[in-house]
């Protein structure tokens, strides 16, 4: 999962301007999930007659949407709160109400301590009760301080509400959507299990029906979400269980609907009914994140990975042999308790071996209540931080290269959004580079040809390709 989220990180992208309607600020931290969630929240709160806004000085909710991955992630919620404090401190001296809600992943592991660490919290609501935001609201605003962390019994997806087309339209041409919450792998450093639950597969009837509506209203790329996306098996409408791969064959068959993606992929779930979609369906985009964490064998089993260097090594050449183009994305992390120099090195040989086009690399971080936490062997914080610069130096290296390998070439080029400077727009190429080419506005949302001319430090620049216009396919 990629933790700086692609998308808007500060609020969902549409802002209202109605004066009269109460207004949220949603923050949002943490991977493509909470994007996502975010919306649904928007979308649950917009039935309550709440529009979203991007001032936080003008929001009558102040929503923050957590992470508690990392330590770092946790504890910035704290300080966030600690600057909201003072804005609802100005607020009250002028007799105006804020409410203060917490969401997501702190929300959930944390509870009723939040409220206890941060009095400013009116409201703590974890990611399955997302659909109840309306009502614990209502009772926040009665003056209790309401907690809701409960796994929420009933289908929180059959319960909220659909959003408008203009709603969808203004949030852009690609979107996310969630098909798989929770994990049930618990690899010993990581919270997910924890704060996400077991493993829940929406059935495909729900994805389809919320896939066309998103291609109605102007969708063009969808990417399908899931703490462990692969380990999808969801009710099919033949009665049978479906596997990703299938489903990806099933929406790839909806029309206006041009590009397929889906994230995060756990190595140990890629089969080959999901490798062969690579191979045969176009609209699938080439591009992987397949995290392995490390690359010593003796790291993996105590992570409790369930693969070995070679197991993994051997599934990317399959995947390779499926679609040759495909580029390959990984998530690191250094320091586990116990990794040796040398069990360092094994994963530096890896990455060589592999040439990530992209990739997340972060120091282990010790998470309360997981197994990595209580080791006594921890890595000093200096040794982590070395090993780290090294891992990165050798990562960036790679992942200039891959960006140098393009230019030249032409592919075609999804435009999503307006660029910094007047006249140029921001697209993303099949391999999920930001891609920065002259076009113009009535264009967004056009797949158009283009030949490679740069590459820049975070994007590449590219120019149209006059006379042709770009096709589905790379
Ligand atoms: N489900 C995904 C990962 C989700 S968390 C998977 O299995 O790959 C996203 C990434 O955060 C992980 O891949 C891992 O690299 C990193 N991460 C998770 N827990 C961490 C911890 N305790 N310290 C440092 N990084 C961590
Ligand atoms: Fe966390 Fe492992 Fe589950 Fe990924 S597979 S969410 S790293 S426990
Ligand atoms: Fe963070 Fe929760 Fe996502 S812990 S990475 S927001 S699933």
Known sequence: MQIDAQKDESSAAYADTASKARKVFVKTYGCQMNVYDSERMADALASDGYRVTDNPEDADLLLLNTCHIREKAAEKVYSELGRIRQ?????????????????????????????????VVDLVIGPQTYHRLPEALARARGGEKVVE??????????????PEKEVIAARGVTAFLTVQEGCDKFCTFCVVPYTRGSEVSRP?????????????AGVREITLLGQNVNAWHGAGPDGREWGLGELLRRLSDIDGLERLRYTTSHPRDMDDALIAAHRDLEKLMPYLHLPVQAGSDSVLKAMNRRHTAQDYLRLVDRIRAARPDIALSG?????????????????????????????????????PGTPGAERDDQVPEDVKSKRLDRLQALLRKHQSEFADSCIGTEIDLLLEK???????????????????????????????RVRITRAGANALFADK?????????I
Request: glycine share 10%; aromatic share 8%; proline share 6%.
């Open 87 to 119: 804005l609802k401190e100005a607020r009250a001296a002028n007799g105006e109400d804020l409410m203060v809600g917490v969401a997501g992943c702190v929300a959930q592991a944390e509870g009723q301590e939040i409220i206890r660490r941060a009095p």
């Open 149 to 162: 962390t409960d796994y929420a019994i009933e289908d929180k997806f059959e319960h909220l509400p659909r």
């Open 204 to 216: 495909v009837g729900q994805i389809v029906r919320e896939a066309e509506n998103l291609v109605s």
């Open 331 to 367: 998530d690191f992390i250094v320091g586990f308790p116990g990794e040796s120099d040398a069990d360092f090195e094994a994963t530096l040989q890896l990455v060589e071996k592999v040439r990530y086009a992209q990739a997340f690399s972060f120091k282990y971080s010790p998470r």
């Open 418 to 448: 307006p660029g910094r400077l007047a006249g140029q727009l921001i697209g993303r190429s099949p391999w999920l580079q930001p891609v920065i080419v002259d076009a113009n506005p009535s264009q967004i949302g056009e797949i158009i």
């Open 465 to 473: 390709i006059q006379g042709e216009s770009g096709s589905s396919t």
